[in-house]
């Protein structure tokens, strides 16, 4: 979405006051007439910008996959030479780091997934591509480490992750996403 639309400083600042205000305060508790007046735009700049709230929230959360895409291949990709198996539980690490930095609300595409009951809101699809895009990335990952089932193992440590992302915004389990990484360790070594 942001990648096929150029973006004027204005609609910039609207979409990062929405990203802040939507993942604080969650999608529907926020209107466009407080992201326009704390983005200091008139509602109608933001629709001609972005056409519709929920194309913006659409926009807010594929801005946002950007950067943790971004995020995970800076981390898994700057620690030089390792094992492929290390590089799976380097994902692991930038998820903490993500947290800690990031999501200190839980995983703002699951916050949002809860929120979008409309199945053809354009944030659904965003959010299925992110997690589409972290089993893929978590495959290939197995497949460079030679394990032998990367989809099985790709799907048991989305399924870590998730959890881990989950229980660390509850305060559930300290330590959630160490906890989870010293299994996927387990389950690459039984792979």
Sequence with gaps: ???????????????????????????????????????????????????????????????????????VATVVGKRGRITPARRILLVFDAQEEWISTENSRGCAFVNAQAELTDATHPGREVIREQKQWLLDYLRTLARQAGVRNP?????????????????????????????????????????
């Design 1 to 71: 979405m942001t990648e096929d639309l150029t973006l004027t400083p204005a609609a910039e600042r609207v979409l990062e006051v929405a990203g802040k205000l939507f993942y604080e305060n969650g999608i529907h508790a926020v209107g466009v007439e407080a992201i326009a007046s704390e983005a200091g735009v008139t509602k109608k700049t933001l629709y001609d910008r972005f056409g519709s709230k929920d194309a913006l929230v659409g926009h807010y959360l594929r801005r946002r996959d950007e950067r943790y895409r971004e995020h």
């Design 151 to 191: 989809r099985k193992l790709a799907t048991s440590l989305l399924m870590l992750l998730e959890g881990a992302t989950v229980t660390a915004s509850l305060g559930v389990v300290p330590g959630a996403v160490g906890n989870a990484k010293e299994v996927a360790r387990q389950l690459i070594e039984s792979s």
